[in-house]
């Protein structure tokens, strides 16, 4: 933390919150005019209306971006120094090119703690906001049956179970005021046999667990019973991933959910991801960083600075890419949440490390 590191971090900083403006700017032209077209084609809603829901999903949006911004603003900082001469004077009073990649990286790594336990929370509370009003406002303006509560099917050869609940857990797994309609197969035709209206069924392991229930079938009177179990081939890891949206689970609520779905014997293999992301996520911004100064340093006046800058966000890209091609191999279980998290920040500074080392050490 010498006077020139602090200079440098000062400057890095400003041209990430300069990145970061612009940023914004697009995010909320380019996201009003998509909830306009979305929403505003299903139904009416004003600009203020899709001003706000834009507001809601403008945090996520930011930090999925994020990365790209402290590139493009560390790029472009160190660039600024490259063309007002200071590179020039710092390089000819000693200082190595390592004095550069530091403070770029001590940026990223705020930034990215920053991100995780503030923005992240944030964002994701915010969203969870952005999708309950965007599905009231087409609810309600609809004038379209059915759009209220959850759907399910289940089935098999000799029939199918049609399920209806009034909302789910934030588990995923437990359903509230939930119906079920049997249907079996007879003379190959579907034929409605039994209704159960349970206040909660949950769904374990290989069947559903109803709890205060009544049942009724044609003809008959209803049976009241406290439990009552019902079998089923749906994948709870599948259900899951239906109703709980990784986006609306912030940082510090990933890891209790993450423990519940492992002793309730799912596998949460998205939200593993997601929370190897975020512990990644500060390194992910230092690489950026640091790519973003390394292939800054080549000095102006020897010419290919706008080629060098071009290569650091072609790999800046390329990585970008790497990581979401390792979460889908991660999705397939084919490697660990924690590998595909890691694997894209780990190369990109080792990238970076091999090429300050070459500027530096030739």
């Known amino acids: 933390m010498s006077r020139l590191g602090r200079y440098v971090i000062g400057r890095v900083f400003g041209g990430v919150l300069i990145a970061l403006v612009g940023v914004l700017a697009c995010i909320l032209l380019i996201d009003l005019v998509e909830q306009m077209r979305t929403v505003g084609a299903r139904t009416d809603i004003s600009i203020f209306e899709a001003l706000r829901l834009t507001l809601l999903k403008t945090p996520m949006l930011v930090e999925q971006t994020l990365p790209f911004i402290v590139?493009?603003?560390?790029?472009?900082?160190?660039?600024?120094?490259?063309?007002?001469?200071?590179?020039?004077?710092?390089?000819?009073?000693?200082?190595?090119?390592?004095?550069?990649?530091?403070?770029?990286?001590?940026?990223?790594?705020?930034?990215?703690?920053?991100?995780?336990?503030?923005?992240?929370?944030?964002?994701?509370?915010?969203?969870?906001?952005?999708?309950?009003?965007?599905?009231?406002?087409?609810?309600?303006?609809?004038?379209?049956?059915?759009?209220?509560?959850?759907?399910?099917?289940?089935?098999?050869?000799?029939?199918?179970?049609?399920i209806h609940a009034d909302g789910v857990d934030p588990s995923g797994t437990k359903l509230q005021g939930a119906t079920f309609m049997f249907f079996e197969v007879q003379q190959d035709a579907l034929r409605f046999t039994r209704r159960i209206h349970a206040a909660t069924a949950e769904l374990k392991p290989g069947f559903w667990q109803l709890t205060d229930l009544v049942e009724a079938t044609p003809g008959g009177r209803p049976v009241r019973q406290t439990h009552l179990a019902i079998p089923t081939t749906l994948d709870a890891t599948e259900l899951i991933n239906r109703f709980v949206n990784p986006a609306t689970l912030s940082f510090w609520v990933l890891p209790g959910f993450i423990r519940e779905a492992r002793e309730a014997g799912f596998a949460p293999t998205r939200y593993e991801l997601k929370l190897q992301s975020l512990l990644a996520y500060p390194l992910l911004l230092a690489t950026m960083a640091g790519l973003a100064a390394a292939f800054s340093l080549q000095l102006q006046r020897l010419g290919n600075l706008a080629r060098w800058g071009a290569a650091g966000v072609g790999i800046g890209l390329f990585l970008f890419f790497y990581g979401q091609l390792a979460g889908a191999f991660a999705m397939t279980q084919s490697v660990p949440a924690a590998v595909a998290a890691w694997s894209a920040p780990l190369a990109g500074m080792f990238i970076a490390l091999a090429m300050i080392a070459f500027v530096e050490d030739g």
């Open 71 to 162: 590139l493009a603003g560390t790029m472009g900082a160190i660039i600024g120094l490259n063309r007002s001469s200071e590179l020039v004077a710092m390089r000819a009073a000693g200082v190595s090119a390592w004095r550069f990649l530091t403070p770029s990286a001590f940026v990223g790594i705020v930034l990215g703690v920053i991100a995780v336990t503030v923005l992240n929370p944030l964002g994701a509370h915010l969203y969870q906001e952005f999708e309950s009003e965007k599905q009231d406002a087409l609810s309600q303006r609809l004038a379209v049956g059915g759009q209220n509560g959850v759907w399910i099917r289940q089935g098999d050869e000799e029939g199918q179970v049609v």
